[in-house]
């Protein structure tokens, strides 16, 4: 991310606001390590176009979520650094994916941000002839491996390029002032605004894009403030051919403002060295057209077709909206304010150039009014232009329209889930430890509210370097699962050549979850869980007592403020419920009331709308509140609206929403009510109105328990748990997750009446594929079933209540990871005692030595080892006793490593351990008498890396455009700052070193019967 600044109209703006399966190994190069665990077998044949049903049709199938489809599979920013990129190198990394379990890649032609020492080379123009060729190779590739594809719409982001001439650029407003005294005859050319820097100037030093706006006349006033709006007079029409101002000033002394729209010059962030250029005018839909059909018409003409229906290539993506904070405006736009807003926005231009109005009331309701045209020009001219220009070509769009808004980006102008709505495809975005950037649940209240089945999020950022593994993903994406995520888009799969070494070129804030990655020849096993996750909670309906109403204003985000360490919750909502968020537009166009629920268009419903603690509401939606009440609907409430926030028949507009408000709230102001437990239900029509700050104590008085619950705990405390529920047509699952490193077994209620309805629970296991029965549980009350869930460490499940057929039951295993019980007899068998231990030679450890006992390798006398980043093999060969032998089944138990382990056992590969207590089954493949087993196990880059700060330049294993730093598992940000200079660093000490390889102990063990 980078900020920038220009000069602008300083009111408005800067207060405006302006995304465990056994596997096959293939053989590869890049990993120290050599292997790579496929997650499907490379495939050909162009991507078919998926039928997608409708959530009516939707059915859960055991087979897919054993084996998820490619579009449920995770994506990627697929970072073309400096756009520097060959075919053979699109080939490669486009087969890596499709052997590493991901559906495709998102082209981002990007800086390498970080390179002080440039090596990565400068590639081609973005969108130059020979770009061109290659992103045309790469959707040849990927209908050619069955992969599906994305572009990021620009070099860097948002969107623009060198072909925007400057009448589609982006355009702010500028005011000069000039003092005079009158009475006096003023006639002189006003001076030009100051403008921006960047504002694109010809040979002459003239600004090429210039419009005249108004040139107003303002009683001086120190402060800059204006006692009467009345007395601001229009000088617009006196201004002449020459352009000089002829006036007769009136007595005293005036400030007489002249307004132009020039552009403001804020280039695209971070683009490749050859293809900076402005971003476009988000507020006219005639740049978003311009762009879009310059973008698409460049790679259709040299794919030689008229469409990409058929092609790999699915999507456009839109990045997070990070502006300069300039005050918006172009040669439409006084237009669109008339049209929106009711009224002329002329005479408030002061308050646009910092002005203040010494009616305070008048300030916020013309800002209100502004800030919601702002608000709704750059969604409708950006957003949807953007998708209907898209969807003629075949294409979707996917855009981060809805936030980060503050404090990351102060600037973002958006009603976020509105902005969210407008797209095809509504992308967030969530970090590892960075500032609480968890930018989820918005999203999936948006895509819930709007109908779209996909919840995106550009996943992992994040400003740690190689300190990660995939327990840690796990967690990360647990939690965004939870808040409704669908959809992982990786952040980032840089690409990176062979001959730019190991951990090779990488983007400055990503993941780095690419073939360069240490554990990448294991990564299957991340990919695969993700999938399955993402496969299932896109199917049906996500299940919502209450939807919320954040309020009429823009910029509006949920929550408030980008800042979410944990998830959000709803205040006065007991997290054993859960929540939607919807936007005005919703309520006006997309309620109904169906059996007392509010349902959309959709079939999605809830039993009762909330409304926010805000003393305003527009007239528009409190009429729609009070129809859906009258008509059966149950909406919960606090605090009375008595104002409406406009301008417009301001005081008509209130006289009516206070006299609707006094039908809903009641005559008395229950609002006061100091009791925060109190519950006050009102009939109004068929409806119920409920006063009450504490929302869960109003559904309860409706009859409505919490929908996941812990037995014995307090209501709302969930403890070390997690949970999204969501159904289907015929089946009920709810997502469950522990958030603790610690083992969890839990009474846990579900609000589904299986025995009523003739369900039975299941565990479907993502981390594996496999499903499991759930043998004991009972019915509670009418709507409850209570059961037991084990859940290991940072553990998951699927508890799936679904009428299943006798023949699909057969299949359950009652044997899961989190619900194995071990056998007390026969006692399992510990295999200690001396391990072979091979390295991949190059990297510094030696081929083969022999651990005496298990132990990480940072605790090995010999520095090659202590420091080894990559796969190390661990073998030994032990004699399995008859005892054992005579069991039914048999897992191999590893312990405890870092980061993930992949087993083979007499020549069979029997999967990935990678989630505590790494335990694999081994039945079929173990015998009675000598067993040959090997382990290979992965860590991560940190050690190596870490190492090699301590050695001069020529002495390093590594190599990288991040390879001034050192990498620190403690820190939020071990990227830091890159120290410059013409050598690299030399450091004299490291950071602490992260534990790695196999610790123990591993035993073999049987389960109960």
Request: hydrophobic content about 40%; overall charge neutral.
């Amino acid at each position: 991310m980078k900020e920038h600044k220009s000069t602008q109209c300083p009111q408005a703006a800067r207060r405006i606001p302006c995304v465990l399966v056994v596997v096959l190994t293939l053989q590869t190069g890049f990993s120290p390590g050599c292997e790579v665990a496929s997650a499907a077998p490379l495939a050909a044949g162009p991507a078919a176009k998926p039928t997608e049903p409708t959530r009516v049709e939707d059915r859960i199938s055991p087979d897919a979520f054993a084996n998820p489809p490619l579009q449920a599979r995770p994506g990627c920013y697929w970072a073309w650094l400096n756009g520097s990129i060959t075919k053979e190198q699109i080939t490669r990394d486009l087969e890596e994916m499709k052997r590493g379990g991901m559906r495709g890649g998102e082209i981002w032609d990007v800086a390498a941000y970080a390179d002080p020492d440039g090596r990565v080379p400068a590639g081609p123009a973005f969108l130059g002839p020979e770009s061109t060729r290659l992103i045309v190779h790469a959707i040849r590739e990927a209908d050619r491996l069955g992969l599906e594809i994305g572009m990021v719409a620009s070099s860097g982001w948002n969107a623009g390029g060198s072909w925007i001439p400057p009448e589609h650029a982006g355009k702010g407003l500028y005011q000069s002032i000039t003092t005079v005294i009158g009475p006096t005859n003023f006639h002189a050319e006003l001076p030009l605004p100051e403008l921006p820097k960047l504002c694109p100037r010809d040979a002459q030093g003239r600004p090429i894009y210039l419009r005249e706006v108004a040139v107003l006349a303002v009683p001086h006033d120190k402060s800059k403030t204006i006692a009467d709006l009345n007395r601001i007079v229009d000088l617009t029409k006196l201004v002449e051919a020459d352009g000089k101002l002829r006036w007769e000033v009136p007595a005293g002394d005036w400030d007489i403002l002249r307004f132009v729209c020039a552009n403001h010059g804020q280039q695209l962030i971070v683009p490749s060295p050859k293809s900076g250029g402005p971003m476009i005018d988000f507020f006219d839909p005639r740049a978003t057209e311009f762009h879009i059909h310059h973008i698409v018409t460049t790679i259709l003409n040299e794919l030689g077709r008229a469409s990409f229906e058929g092609t790999s290539l699915k999507t456009l993506e839109f990045d997070s909206m990070e502006l300069d904070g300039f005050t918006p405006w172009n040669e439409i736009m006084a237009a669109e304010f008339q049209r929106r807003a009711g009224y002329s926005v002329i005479r408030f231009l002061p308050v646009l150039a910092g002005w203040k109005l010494a009616d305070q009331q008048l300030q916020d309701q013309f800002l209100y009014d502004w800030r919601k045209v702002v608000s709704d020009q750059l969604i409708d001219s950006h957003y949807a232009t953007a998708r209907n220009v898209l969807g003629s070509y075949g294409l979707q769009l996917v855009a981060e329209s809805g936030g980060p808004g503050p404090p990351i980006w102060d600037s973002n102008p958006v009603d976020g889930i509105k902005a969210l709505g407008a797209v095809d495809i509504p992308r967030g975005e969530f970090w590892n430890r960075h500032r609480g950037i968890f930018l989820v649940k918005e999203i999936a209240a948006a895509a819930h509210v709007y109908d779209k089945r996909m919840v995106s999020a550009e996943s992992f950022t994040t400003w740690r370097r190689w300190v990660d593994g995939p327990l840690n993903h796990k967690q990360l994406a647990d939690r965004a699962l939870c808040e409704g995520l669908n959809d992982f888009v990786l952040h980032t799969f840089a690409s990176s050549p062979p001959e730019a070494g190991l951990p090779g070129w990488a983007y400055h804030a990503g993941t780095d979850i690419n073939p360069s990655a240490t554990w990448w020849p294991m990564v299957g096993a991340l990919m695969d869980y993700l999938a399955r996750c993402s496969y299932m909670l896109r199917q049906g309906w996500f299940v919502a007592d209450v939807c919320y109403y954040y309020g009429d204003q823009a910029p509006n985000f949920y929550p408030s403020l980008c800042n979410v360490p944990e998830k959000p919750l709803l205040e006065g909502l007991d997290p054993c419920y859960d929540y939607d968020v919807c936007s005005s537009q919703v309520i006006l166009e997309r309620m109904q009331v169906e059996n007392g629920r509010i349902v959309l268009p959709d079939g999605m419903s809830y039993a009762a709308l909330v409304l926010p603690e805000q003393d305003h509401m527009p007239l528009a939606v409190l009429k729609k509140i009070h129809s859906l009440v009258t008509a059966g609907a149950t909406v919960i409430s606090h605090q009375r609206p008595t104002r409406v926030p406009g301008l417009k028949d301001q005081e008509t507009q209130t006289r009516e929403l206070r006299r609707l408000a006094e039908e809903l709230w009641g005559r008395n102001d229950a609002s006061d009510q100091p009791d925060r437990s109190a519950v006050l239900v009102r009939s109004v029509g068929q409806g119920r109105f409920i006063i009450a700050r504490n929302r869960s104590a109003a559904l309860r008085q409706m009859g409505i328990g919490g929908d996941f619950e812990i037995v014995g705990r307090s209501e709302g405390n969930l403890g070390p748990l997690d949970f999204i529920h969501r159904k289907t047509a015929d089946t009920e699952f709810y997502f469950i997750r522990n958030k603790a490193m610690t083992p969890q077994t839990l009474a846990c209620r579900f609000r589904v009446a299986a025995e009523a309805t003739g369900m039975t629970p299941e565990f479907w296991c993502p981390d594996s594929g496999r499903r499991s029965a759930c043998r004991d549980w009972k019915s509670v009350g009418k709507d409850q079933t209570e059961l037991s869930v084990a859940l290991g460490p940072l553990g998951s499940v699927f508890v799936v209540f679904r009428k299943a057929n006798p023949a699909d039951r057969e299949q359950l295993d009652r044997i899961a990871r989190d619900t194995f019980v071990a056998a007390s007899t026969p006692a399992p068998l510990t295999i200690d005692g001396p391990w072979q231990v091979e390295f991949p030679e190059g990297w510094g450890a030696p081929r083969l030595t022999t651990f005496e006992k298990l132990q990480s390798w940072t605790e090995s006398d010999n520095e090659g080892i202590r420091f080894f980043s990559g796969i190390a093999t661990y073998r030994k060969t032990f004699e399995l006793p008859e005892s054992l032998a005579k069991r039914n089944r048999l897992f191999l138990q590893l312990g405890n490593l870092a980061e993930i382990a992949e087993v083979t056992l007499n020549g069979r590969r029997l999967g990935l351990a990678w989630l505590p207590p790494y335990r694999i089954e081994i039945s079929g493949a173990v015998r009675v008498g000598a067993n040959h087993m090997e382990i290979r196990v992965a860590n991560l880059w940190a050690n190596r890396f870490n190492g090699d700060s301590l050695r001069p330049e020529s002495a390093r294993f590594t190599r990288s455009n991040l390879d001034r730093i050192q990498t620190d598992p403690t820190s939020d940000s071990s990227f830091g700052m890159v120290p410059r200079g013409k050598t690299r660093p030399v450091y004299t000490n490291t950071p602490p070193l992260m534990p790695s390889g196999l610790f123990g102990p591993v035993q073999i063990i049987s389960p109960e019967d």
